[in-house]
């Protein structure tokens, strides 16, 4: 007597196909880490770039442009290491992708009065990596972060 072939609920699935969510999350990651990448290199290359005002000078907040450039370097590639973690189907990738959107949206904060579209853009991306790394996916109940 040979084996019943095991339903398809039944059979485990791909990373990718566990939630489209996670999947969007994590491309949504890596092009958070392009675009973080970016400020980087414009915050290092042009100083003139994200001033506001002339008495701002080479200051945002706390550190000069080449601290945030290379701090947004950093998080970028970070987030890009991430990403690729979350669409192999990494748990610990995820819970850092969430640690690295949250902190790249209290860092767009304070970016928003140099230069608010970027900033709300890069923003919006890290809400919905957030959301698409948090939540449950219909079909596979109790599958969480």
């Known amino acids: ?10 059979r485990p699935r791909p990373p990718l196909e566990r939630s489209h969510w996670v999947a969007f999350a994590g491309v949504l990651l ?5 675009f973080d990448i970016t400020n980087g290199f414009v915050a290092l290359l042009d100083h003139g770039y994200y001033e506001t005002t002339y008495d701002h000078g080479q200051r945002l907040l706390v ?5 945030w450039g290379w701090i ?4 970028g590639i970070a987030q890009l290491l991430a990403g690729v973690g979350v669409l ?8 850092t992708g969430i640690v690295l959107a949250s902190a790249c949206l209290v860092g767009q904060l304070m970016f928003l009065s140099a230069f608010p579209w970027w ?12 959301f698409g790394l948090v939540a449950e996916p219909r079909h596979v109940p109790g599958m969480r972060v």
């Not at 947004?72 to 998080?75: A, F, K, L, M, R």
């Not at 192999?88 to 990738?93: L, P, Q, Y």
């Open 88 to 95: 192999v189907g990494s748990r610990a990738a995820r819970l």
């Open 63 to 67: 550190f000069n442009y080449d601290a």
């Open 1 to 10: 007597m040979q084996p019943e072939p095991a339903a398809a609920e039944d």
């Open 30 to 34: 890596l092009l958070s880490g392009l």
């Open 119 to 130: 900033s709300v853009a890069t923003m919006a991306l890290s809400v919905l990596v957030i």
């Open 72 to 75: 947004w370097i950093i998080v």
